[in-house]
T-cell receptor, first 114, second 114 residues
């Protein structure tokens, strides 16, 4: 069965420092993986997605993630945090098959301090 | 509007009452999904529609939950005899097709059962 584990429930960084949000996945197929962001009182927004093309995926707002099959990881990074990055981030795997059923991780809340 | 809309944005009801939650997907999107976001369970899949058919209802937590979609567009999630554990944010998403396409999420309906 497919699943994702987000290794940190909370991450706190200073503005201008790098961001690392960790995610490990479990899948018996070649997975499709996503990162979504949820700002307070806003809907979920897709940051980036991996669908078996390039292993380094670039997303919006300077975020990127690297698919590492040997480590079953899909960590999200950003070189320099901005205050507006404070939000909850979800690592998501899609079940293979005829449709795109999403399985969400528990989420990581990112705090950015001045 | 151009995005997925949901109504009401907030719903407070008494235990035992029935509620209906509405989702208007993006025009032309054939796939529609319902998810639930709660403190204890995180974000979990409820049901998937392709057109007016629901090939996967596996996430509906009990037979008190049902959903329909008409005209390949609007969907209604109905919860009968609400219980306190039904309190959550109910999210709707739509995508252009069912496979490997970005799901666009609505802002959600926050349901509180007293």
């Amino acid at each position: 069965a497919q699943s994702v584990t987000q290794l940190d429930s909370h991450v706190s960084v200073s503005e201008g420092t790098p961001v690392l949000l960790r995610c490990n996945y479990s899948s018996s197929y070649s997975p499709s993986l996503f990162w979504y962001v949820q700002h307070p009182n806003k809907g979920l927004q897709l940051l980036l997605k991996y669908t078996s093309a390039a292993t380094l995926v670039k997303g919006i707002n300077g975020f990127e993630a690297e698919f590492k099959k040997s480590e079953t990881s899909f960590h999200l990074t950003k070189p320099s945090a901005h205050m507006s990055d404070a939000a909850e981030y979800f690592c998501v795997v899609s079940l293979s098959g005829g449709y795109n059923k999403l399985i969400f991780g528990a989420g990581t809340r990112l705090a950015v301090h001045p | 509007g151009a995005g997925v809309s949901q109504s009401p944005s907030n719903k407070v009801t008494e235990k035992g009452k029935d509620v209906e939650l509405r989702c208007d997907p993006i025009s032309g999107h054939t796939a529609l999904y319902w998810y639930r976001q709660s403190l204890g369970q995180g974000l979990e899949f409820l049901i998937y529609f392709q057109g007016n058919s629901a090939p996967d209802k596996s996430g509906l937590p009990s037979d008190r939950f049902s959903a329909e979609r008409t005209g390949g567009s609007v969907s209604t999630l109905t919860i009968q005899r609400t219980q306190q554990e039904d309190s959550a944010v109910y999210l709707c998403a739509s995508s252009l097709e069912s496979r490997n396409n970005e799901q666009f999420f609505g802002p959600g309906t926050r349901l509180t059962v007293l």
